[in-house]
């Protein structure tokens, strides 16, 4: 699939849940490749932060991001929306350190990416496979965090609190096309026996019954109920009565475990590539979630470009016999074994490399090392099966070399290995020219990437 972002600008007006302040945030379209960035509209020449994982420095009640001493806080519930709506680049424009709550939840940011619309772009979008189980744990609070492979997306969320009225909840989201219904008016909670240490510590100013579930279970005096509704500016109620004390009842029986959930969306958001396997949460926080998202980041950078996923038990999408069919080489120059996948914008091939190649009697005599020229080659054989699969009479045409850029060799290959071939279309093909980008794997390892431009001739 291609990269979106907005199609037009919007802007949300509302208060900051720990400032008190009135915001003013504008969410605006982006190129492509841009990710998610937020500026500082109030300051000085308007810093910007990467909405990123490593960019967090405080996750109390919240997620607060922070680049050269400049933070903006409370972002999760945008995060989220953009996620959910495969929203790949957006410039965020805050005029204040926090985005506003609006109330409590991300329906409002929802809203209005649908009215706005997406708008797609001329770009790849990159996915982070979960290729094994990653679980990252935190001991003092018991919070845990499991991502396992997958061939989609989904969330699964435990919460347990020591509550009369909030005990063991579970939620779930297997499609992210259910965001809006299953998730999105979730709303963020609190206990009532939380507020003061919450004031205290300056957080939660523009907190009230419309932006929160509040849950009322230890009883105090009357005297101090008055005082604590009086501080945060809300009606004064029986402190006799327990329970959900906020003025819009639950949206849902379990609307903290589905808000937990909504979390979870925002603040893996900050990887900054939509992740492919399944989450399996248990007492999660911005805490753990970030502590997650860090993990992947780590292993985005390490590892920029994934191997695509190989199994040699399916069937292919081509054998040899239809290879042959499209492209003219033959032995010893056919250096395509089969292909197992074809989108849109890309092809996955394989090539078995064995001791019997020819080019190993001279390349080299006692150590067998495949040229890497030939690499290159393999790569352009599944560009020429991408281009012409797509002609109603490939055998009239041939594929033929233009231009070989930035060409990088990481390791050798030698007899044995399993190559797998990836080539993306960089630009849209025209005139009979593509240009492609390609990477050769063994196992996960890049062992040869190149960029090169083919022309498509029909034969005399």
């Known amino acids: 699939m291609k990269q979106h972002t907005l199609k037009e600008s919007f802007s949300l007006k509302g208060k900051g849940l720990h400032t008190g302040l009135e915001i003013e945030i504008k969410f605006n379209p982006a190129p492509a490749n841009h990710g998610y960035k937020i500026k500082r509209v109030d300051l000085e020449d308007s810093p910007v932060i990467d909405a990123l994982a490593e960019n967090v420095k405080e996750t109390q009640r919240g997620t607060v991001l922070s680049k050269n001493e400049v933070s903006v806080?409370?972002?999760?519930?945008?995060?989220?929306?953009?996620?959910?709506y495969q929203v790949d680049n957006c410039l965020i424009e805050v005029n204040a350190p926090e985005f506003p709550i609006l109330d409590g939840s991300a329906i409002t940011y929802v809203d209005e990416i649908e009215r706005v619309g997406l708008a797609e772009q001329d770009a790849v979008r990159k996915y982070y496979m979960v290729k094994h189980k990653i679980e990252v744990a935190d001991s003092e609070t018991g919070s845990s965090i499991m991502v396992l492979p997958d061939d989609k997306f989904g969330v699964d969320v435990h919460v347990s609190?020591?509550?009369?009225?909030?005990?063991?909840?579970?939620?779930?989201?297997?499609?992210?096309?259910?965001?809006?219904?299953?998730i999105a008016t979730s709303r963020t909670f609190v206990f009532v026996c939380e507020i003061e240490r919450l004031l205290q510590h300056g957080l939660i100013r523009g907190g009230d019954l419309d932006n929160a579930i509040v849950i009322y279970e230890r009883p105090i005096s009357q005297e101090r109920f008055d005082q604590l509704a009086d501080t945060i500016g809300v009606a004064h109620k029986?402190?006799?009565?327990?329970?959900?004390?906020?003025?819009?009842?639950?949206?849902?029986?379990?609307e903290p475990a589905?808000?937990?959930l909504l979390d979870i969306l925002g603040d893996i958001a900050l990887i900054g590539k939509p992740l492919v396997g399944r989450i399996i949460a248990n007492c999660p926080g911005h805490k753990i979630n970030?502590?997650?998202a860090r993990v992947i980041r780590k292993d985005i950078k390490l590892n920029d470009v994934q191997?695509?996923?190989?199994?040699?038990?399916?069937?292919?999408?081509?054998d040899v016999n239809r290879i042959k069919e499209l492209l003219p080489h033959r032995f010893p120059f056919l250096l395509v074994d089969k292909i197992i996948e074809?989108?849109?914008?890309?092809?996955?091939?394989?090539?078995?490399?064995?001791?019997?190649?020819?080019?190993?009697?001279?390349?080299?005599?006692?150590?067998?090392?495949?040229?890497?020229?030939l690499m290159v080659e393999a790569m352009a054989q599944?560009?020429?099966?991408?281009v012409l699969n797509s002609l109603d009479d490939p055998h009239r045409y041939s594929t033929y070399f233009m231009k070989i850029d930035n060409v990088k060799f990481r390791q050798k290959v030698v007899p044995g290995d399993t190559l797998i071939f990836k080539v993306e279309l960089a630009s849209e093909f025209r005139r009979g020219i593509a240009i492609m980008k390609g990477y050769c794997f063994v196992g996960e390892k890049v062992v040869c990437e190149a960029e090169f431009m083919a022309q498509i001739i029909k034969n005399k």
Not at 73 to 84: K, R
Not at 307 to 318: E, F, I, S
């Open 307 to 318: 191997a695509p996923v190989y199994d040699p038990n399916l069937l292919p999408v081509m």
């Open 382 to 386: 599944a560009s020429g099966i991408f």
């Open 290 to 292: 970030n502590l997650f």
């Open 161 to 182: 609190f020591n509550s009369l009225f909030l005990d063991n909840q579970f939620a779930t989201l297997n499609d992210l096309t259910k965001f809006k219904e299953e």
């Open 73 to 84: 806080s409370t972002v999760e519930h945008a995060m989220a929306a953009l996620y959910a």
């Open 258 to 260: 589905r808000h937990k």
């Open 238 to 254: 029986d402190a006799s009565e327990l329970g959900y004390i906020m003025n819009k009842p639950l949206v849902y029986n379990n």
């Open 342 to 373: 074809v989108g849109k914008l890309h092809i996955v091939a394989v090539k078995n490399v064995t001791v019997n190649e020819p080019f190993f009697q001279g390349h080299f005599p006692g150590e067998p090392v495949m040229p890497g020229v």
